[in-house]
């Protein structure tokens, strides 16, 4: 029998009808009466936050990280289920995931319905998140399950804002399934951001730009202007944006700020392939960094991390590179 420990942070998993609508109150709602009869689990509570997913911030994500990695130093459980709201969960197990050394299963789990609604999805996500903790998964790295689908922190991704299945990882797909029987795993994650070891510390500084029609220079312009330290930029396609933004990066950088490129597709990988003025080969030559195809929040939790870790910009470009 595995000892897991359910890690409750709050969100719609949790929550009540009230106040004229859907709402968490100083009384969790966690329902986990599908886990206690488990005969692989030994099963552990901890409360540890009450709050709605979108009032999750990075600082927050932090301290959840840390959390965790005193549990995966202390032995204590063979496994965590960090209960989350799903508008942030990504974000926030991705941050664990970079911090995590992977020897702790860490599996996030949530609920598109809550307890008041048809069809509910809460509890039995839980009691798939649980039965995978209790695999060999520490080769996986931290893992979300909805759906009965196991997807890598570092891929999967909110598509929709009320279907069950909304949580997919685009391009590549879940890493496995629970199934009645048994958890089966077709594929292993090739590839994890692990930041250097040392604290997790983060630079507050850093912001996200996604680009449209004629917009995004003015805004990477005001970021610079503020102070920041560090910009992901959310580019079209291959990775390249209009002369004006091409303009406000090279600003941008000559100000000292470290530019990274990511695509606001779903799908596919940056790319120097287009070398007309803002295309990206135009903004490699200009300084700015690529992200493969990692998506922009995510990315941005990366860069503060690893700006607040006091990397300099060649480390981050070679941490990128394997993108």
């Known amino acids: 029998m595995k000892k897991i420990l359910v890690f409750s942070t709050g969100g719609t998993i949790e929550m009540l009808p009230g106040n004229g609508g859907i709402t968490i109150g100083s009384v969790s709602g966690l ?31 932090v301290d ?3 959390e965790l990695r005193a549990l995966e130093i202390s032995r204590e459980f063979h496994g965590v289920v960090v209960t989350h709201g799903t508008d942030t969960l990504e974000e926030t197990a991705f941050m664990a995931d970079m911090y995590l050394e992977g ?18 999805d809460g509890p039995r996500n839980i009691r798939s998140a649980v039965r995978v903790a209790c695999t060999e998964t520490q080769n ?20 929709c804002t009320s279907n069950v299945s909304s949580f997919d990882s685009p391009g590549y797909g879940p890493l496995g399934f629970v199934d009645d029987d048994r958890v089966i795993y077709h594929r292993l994650p090739i590839w994890r951001m692990n930041l250097p070891q040392g604290p997790l510390i983060l630079e507050k500084r850093v912001g996200l730009v996604r680009t449209a029609a004629g917009f995004g220079h003015e805004v990477i312009d005001f970021l610079t202007e503020a102070g920041y330290r560090g ?3 959310e580019a079209f396609g291959r990775g390249n944006v209009h002369p004006d933004t091409a303009d406000a ?34 903004l490699i030559n200009r300084g700015v960094l690529s992200a493969g195809d990692m998506a922009g929040n995510k990315i941005r939790l990366f860069l503060m991390a690893c700006l607040g870790r006091g990397l300099k910009k060649e480390q981050i470009q070679y941490m990128l590179s394997s993108l």
């Open 31 to 61: 329902d986990v009466s599908g886990i206690k009869a488990l005969p692989e689990a030994d099963i552990s509570i901890r409360k540890y936050l009450n709050l709605p997913s979108p009032h999750m911030t990075p600082d927050i994500m």
């Open 64 to 66: 959840i990280a840390k």
């Open 103 to 120: 020897t702790l299963p860490v599996v996030f789990t949530a609920a598109m319905r809550s307890s008041s609604e048809l069809g509910v």
């Open 140 to 159: 996986l790295g931290v893992t979300v399950v909805l759906n009965d689908e196991i997807h890598a922190a570092g891929r999967v991704t909110k598509t």
């Open 231 to 233: 910009i992901v930029v």
């Open 249 to 282: 990066i090279e600003r941008a950088i000559d100000s000292g700020v470290l530019v990274i490129i990511t695509s606001r597709c779903y799908e596919g990988r940056v790319l120097g392939i287009y070398a007309y003025r803002g295309g990206g080969v135009d």
